[in-house]
């Protein structure tokens, strides 16, 4: 299992779906330019139809609501062009085919007829691209309806493949839909175009959490040939504008439904280090340039701080191995170019070694985890999702390091269950400021006396702040808090995770206000969840992965957080609506944070 090659499916299906039926004579029209465009009018067709053409993020039910009357013909409702400065009067309508089908939960109606308009001044065109009548075009040919881009959308959310989800219409209605690859192009095109804030802010924690918990989705890959990702320029410094690559990101979603194959589509986004970026919420990241620096992970040489802990990453994978089956283990073990005889532990002290270069590890890597490095996911104690970061290479405390430095605020505690490696890889990349202090995160002086106390449980360290805001806050200090301490801690504590005695001074329990509080059982849920979505995302294309992902994410945390906010009103008796901060917490969700602390105490 962990040995499947991932495939990319997708380009293939489309690619003979759509050569073995598309009308080629409708193409083209009797008269004016070419449909769909190419070159620069693509790209215009594109860029308009994603700034113009939005679908509303909650969409009015008397739209999305079930129903199986839909006009005939799909007319583009411009008349004049908007490119053009002087009013310009647009072509009459153009026919495009008149074989088009619209999809819905119980039928596949067809015969529609679907219209392009032009401009003969600058050819721009125009296309069908209208929600008011419950239908969401795709590519001229194939329209959903609204009601089914819900269906679809919370399918997903129960960890049903666009592809299950679609079989099972099938055998209900009895006729036969396009290719399942089609439909998910053409879903992910409706979420493209529907105007999501991707907030990715809790309600009770707000845009700025105190505490995070960081984890990695080590399954959630996609495939990546590795030795193609192109070198940065010279000049990269690490940031990328995220705002602006997740924009690209949906254009190609969108572009998809205007060309014949991805393979001949200028819009695709391909991986490299340079131009991939995080998502983080808008109000959580200091600006839209957040950091991505994973090409460090393979031209920068390790100091000899960082190598150290280091290890503990080479343990982790060497445990993964020695769960791997004696065959896989000979195989990994050739593929590396490592002699392949032996008993077991001869091959995994073999590929041990072999470790300690950084290139062979991220070979071992990749075949041990998969084709790309899995997920770094930031959530809140509450498990809302604040930011993912899509790694391309082998998981390090660099891709939490990288989120945690694009964040306005610091976090006041951060979880996760590599901390010291965190903390020793921070704050050597920000000499200056030391993120992760006082004691380079630890709760305590790093003496031997602490060590003992807190490796016998027989001494707390009380953060009062956390339960109520210092009243002369520090410089710097978190808004919530006032505190400008940082912790870099572990939630669940394994000894064997640590070859550090000193880490006992990381330990979560040591803090009274939290003490049985914060667990990491709501992350582990989400990601329960997350792990039933592997056999159909891992088999995706980089950037149908990651938006599909990002995406999901989104629903998963609008659905929490209204769960959370129907909950605040009944326990509060308030029928009104409930009002937000500046910070982006309810103004409930302060009282909530605060007596939520309080509660464990006592
Ligand atoms: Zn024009
Ligand atoms: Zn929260």
Same mark, same amino acid.
């Not at 590396?336 to 001869?346: F, N, P």
């Not at 991220?362 to 041990?368: C, M, N, Q, R, T």
């Not at 200056?432 to 360290?461: C, H």
């Given at each position: 299992?962990?040995?499947?090659?991932?495939?990319?499916?997708?380009?293939?299906?489309?690619?003979?779906?759509?050569?073995?039926?598309?009308?080629?004579?409708?193409?083209?029209?009797?008269?004016?330019?070419?449909?769909?465009?190419?070159?620069?009018?693509?790209?215009?067709?594109?860029?308009?139809?994603?700034?113009?053409?939005?679908?509303?993020?909650?969409?009015?039910?008397?739209?999305?609501?079930?129903?199986?009357?839909?006009?005939?013909?799909?007319?583009?409702?411009?008349?004049?062009?908007?490119?053009?400065?002087?009013?310009?009067?647009?072509?009459?309508?153009?026919?495009?085919?008149?074989?088009?089908?619209?999809?819905?939960?119980?039928?596949?109606?067809?015969?529609?007829?679907?219209?392009?308009?032009?401009?003969?001044?600058?050819?721009?065109?125009?296309?069908?691209?209208?929600? +008011?009548?419950?239908?969401?075009?795709?590519?001229?040919?194939?329209?959903?309806?609204? &009601?089914?881009?819900?269906?679809?959308?919370?399918?997903?959310?129960?960890?049903?493949?666009?592809?299950?989800?679609?079989?099972?219409?099938?055998?209900?209605?009895?006729?036969?839909?396009? +290719?399942?690859?089609?439909?998910?192009?053409?879903?992910? &095109?409706?979420?493209?175009?529907?105007?999501?804030?991707?907030?990715?802010?809790?309600?009770?924690?707000?845009?700025?959490?105190?505490?995070?918990? =960081?984890?990695?989705?080590?399954?959630?890959?996609?495939?990546?040939?590795?030795?193609?990702?192109?070198?940065?320029?010279?000049?990269?410094?690490?940031?990328?504008?995220?705002?602006?690559?997740?924009?690209?990101?949906?254009?190609? =979603?969108?572009?998809?439904?205007?060309?014949?194959?991805?393979?001949?589509?200028?819009?695709?986004?391909?991986?490299?280090?340079?131009?991939?970026?995080?998502?983080?919420?808008?109000?959580?990241?200091?600006?839209? =340039?957040?950091?991505?620096?994973?090409?460090?992970?393979?031209?920068?040489?390790?100091?000899?701080?960082?190598?150290?802990?280091?290890?503990?990453?080479?343990?982790?994978?060497?445990?993964?191995?020695?769960?791997?089956?004696?065959?896989?283990?000979?195989?990994?073990?050739?593929?590396?170019?490592?002699?392949?005889?032996?008993?077991?532990?001869?091959?995994?002290?073999?590929?041990?070694?072999?470790?300690?270069?950084?290139?062979?590890?991220?070979?071992?890597?990749?075949?041990?985890?998969?084709?790309?490095?899995?997920?770094?996911?930031?959530?809140?104690?509450?498990?809302?999702?604040?930011?993912?970061?899509?790694?391309?290479?082998?998981?390090?405390?660099?891709?939490?390091?990288?989120?945690?430095?694009?964040?306005?605020?610091?976090?006041?505690?951060?979880?996760?269950?590599?901390?010291?490696?965190?903390?020793?890889?921070?704050?050597?990349?920000?000499?200056?400021? =030391?993120?992760?202090?006082?004691?380079?995160?630890?709760?305590?002086?790093?003496?031997?006396?602490?060590?003992?106390?807190? +490796?016998?449980?027989?001494?707390?360290?009380?953060?009062?702040?956390?339960?109520?805001?210092?009243?002369?806050?520090?410089?710097?200090? &978190?808004?919530?808090?006032?505190? +400008?301490?940082?912790?870099?801690?572990?939630?669940?504590?394994?000894?064997?995770?640590?070859?550090?005695?000193?880490?006992?001074?990381?330990?979560?329990?040591?803090?009274?206000?939290?003490?049985?509080?914060?667990?990491?059982?709501?992350?582990?849920?989400?990601?329960?969840?997350?792990?039933?979505?592997? &056999?159909?995302?891992?088999? @995706?294309?980089?950037?149908?992965?990651?938006?599909?992902?990002?995406?999901?994410?989104?629903?998963?945390?609008?659905?929490?957080?209204?769960?959370?906010?129907?909950?605040?009103?009944?326990?509060?008796?308030?029928?009104?609506?409930?009002?937000?901060?500046?910070?982006?917490?309810?103004? @409930?969700?302060?009282?909530?944070?605060?007596?939520?602390?309080?509660?464990?105490?006592?």
């Amino acid at each position: 299992m962990l040995f499947r090659r991932v495939r990319i499916v997708e380009d293939d299906i489309q690619e003979v779906f759509t050569e073995g039926t598309e009308d080629v004579e409708e193409q083209q029209l009797d008269e004016g330019p070419r449909y769909p465009p190419e070159d620069a009018q693509l790209s215009r067709m594109v860029h308009y139809i994603f700034k113009n053409k939005k679908l509303p993020a909650v969409l009015p039910a008397d739209v999305a609501n079930a129903r199986n009357v839909f006009p005939k013909h799909l007319v583009p409702l411009e008349t004049i062009c908007t490119e053009c400065t002087e009013n310009t009067l647009l072509s009459e309508p153009q026919l495009i085919t008149s074989k088009a089908t619209i999809l819905t939960m119980t039928d596949v109606i067809e015969g529609i007829s679907t219209y392009c308009k032009c401009c003969y001044r600058c050819g721009m065109i125009y296309r069908y691209q209208e929600w +008011s009548d419950g239908v969401h075009n795709y590519d001229d040919h194939i329209l959903l309806s609204l &009601h089914l881009c819900i269906f679809l959308r919370n399918s997903l959310q129960t960890h049903q493949a666009i592809g299950s989800a679609v079989e099972a219409l099938e055998k209900t209605c009895g006729k036969r839909f396009p +290719s399942h690859q089609r439909v998910l192009y053409a879903y992910l &095109h409706f979420e493209a175009l529907t105007d999501h804030s991707y907030t990715f802010a809790c309600v009770t924690c707000g845009y700025h959490p105190v505490t995070v918990v =960081m984890d990695l989705h080590k399954k959630g890959v996609f495939s990546m040939p590795v030795s193609n990702i192109e070198v940065p320029p010279q000049d990269f410094d690490g940031k990328v504008n995220a705002e602006e690559f997740w924009e690209g990101v949906s254009l190609e =979603m969108i572009s998809r439904g205007l060309v014949p194959s991805n393979r001949q589509n200028p819009f695709v986004v391909c991986p490299s280090y340079h131009y991939w970026a995080p998502w983080i919420g808008r109000h959580t990241r200091s600006t839209s =340039m957040v950091l991505n620096t994973e090409y460090s992970k393979v031209h920068t040489a390790r100091t000899p701080d960082e190598a150290s802990d280091f290890n503990i990453t080479e343990d982790r994978l060497t445990d993964e191995i020695l769960k791997l089956k004696m065959e896989a283990v000979r195989s990994l073990c050739k593929q590396c170019g490592i002699d392949s005889k032996g008993s077991r532990m001869d091959l995994v002290m073999r590929l041990r070694q072999e470790m300690q270069t950084r290139g062979t590890y991220d070979k071992i890597f990749s075949k041990v985890w998969g084709a790309s490095g899995g997920w770094a996911v930031v959530t809140c104690p509450c498990a809302i999702v604040y930011a993912v970061k899509f790694n391309l290479r082998a998981e390090s405390p660099r891709d939490f390091a990288d989120i945690l430095l694009s964040m306005t605020h610091f976090p006041n505690l951060t979880l996760y269950d590599f901390a010291r490696g965190l903390a020793t890889h921070t704050n050597l990349r920000e000499p200056e400021s =030391m993120p992760f202090s006082p004691y380079e995160g630890r709760l305590l002086e790093p003496t031997d006396n602490n060590v003992r106390l807190a +490796s016998a449980g027989q001494i707390k360290v009380s953060l009062p702040w956390l339960t109520s805001k210092k009243v002369v806050p520090d410089e710097n200090g &978190h808004p919530l808090t006032g505190s +400008s301490e940082h912790y870099a801690l572990y939630d669940r504590f394994h000894e064997a995770n640590t070859k550090d005695k000193k880490d006992a001074l990381r330990k979560i329990e040591l803090i009274p206000e939290v003490c049985g509080w914060v667990n990491s059982q709501c992350a582990e849920q989400l990601f329960a969840g997350m792990r039933k979505n592997n &056999h159909f995302l891992n088999m @995706m294309t980089p950037t149908s992965h990651i938006f599909l992902v990002r995406n999901i994410l989104h629903h998963y945390n609008n659905a929490r957080n209204t769960k959370t906010l129907e909950e605040m009103k009944k326990a509060l008796h308030v029928g009104m609506e409930i009002e937000f901060n500046s910070r982006g917490q309810t103004v @409930m969700g302060m009282y909530f944070f605060n007596t939520s602390y309080e509660k464990t105490i006592q």
